[in-house]
């Protein structure tokens, strides 16, 4: 019980930085959650989280969202959602945790890639809505689908409050299209929640620091950090699972 409750507090103060500070730490937090819970279970545990932070992302980003966007990313990402409900119902524990490395790296690999060149691969539409495809899979999966839904939103040529709220609308739509899914799979339970709420100390705590940490530092000094941190934790899951 004391490993969860550091864990679940350390997950929290991870989740509520990220939301309101650098972002792109989604790809750490599922394998610090995995030190407790090491299995696909380890997804309900977080859900809530994420609903929790999207609310409130909404919320202060509730104006200039551009819907039209939201209309052609959607349905995809929600067919990639189904997809990936149906992968997740037939692998075990062992299968997950190797599943899940390799979507991490896969991640980090497509940063480091549109870092060094423009992603002139967008242009093409068929190629941009599959990012909503991907975008649903990836979430449902490992709750890493942020570069996607990045990539896709700024080849929209949106203006920043726009893409803001755009993404906040995005998220919050596809995590809550995974709640009935995470319900069936037996992944969200009472047992589950109980958990979650051990996070939202750490949660609030999270918030507060990522909140003032933004004004004084840029998020490209940081990003560095995240992706050495996050390829660790990938390699340790395919590795020595």
Known sequence: MTTALVVMFIAGLITGFSKFSVGGMGLLVLPIVMIAFPGPESLGVLLPLYIITDVMAVYSYRKHISWPVLARFLPLGFLGVFVGAQLLSGINADQFVA??????????????????RPATFMQKPITAYSMGFAGGLVSMIANAAGPLFSLFLLEQKLSKDSYVSTRAWGFFIINLVK???????????????????????????????????????????????????????????????
């Open 99 to 116: 599943l899940l490395g390799g979507i991490i790296i896969a991640m980090i690999a497509l940063g480091l890639y549109l870092d060094a």
């Open 179 to 241: 709640l009935p899914m995470y319900l069936s799979l037996g992944l969200l339970t009472q047992e589950s929640l109980t958990i979650s709420a051990y996070a939202i100390p750490g949660l609030l705590v999270g918030a507060v620091i990522g909140y003032h940490f933004l004004k004084h530092v840029k998020p490209v000094h940081f990003k560095w950090l995240i992706r050495i941190m996050s390829t660790i934790a990938a390699m340790k899951l395919m590795l020595f699972s």
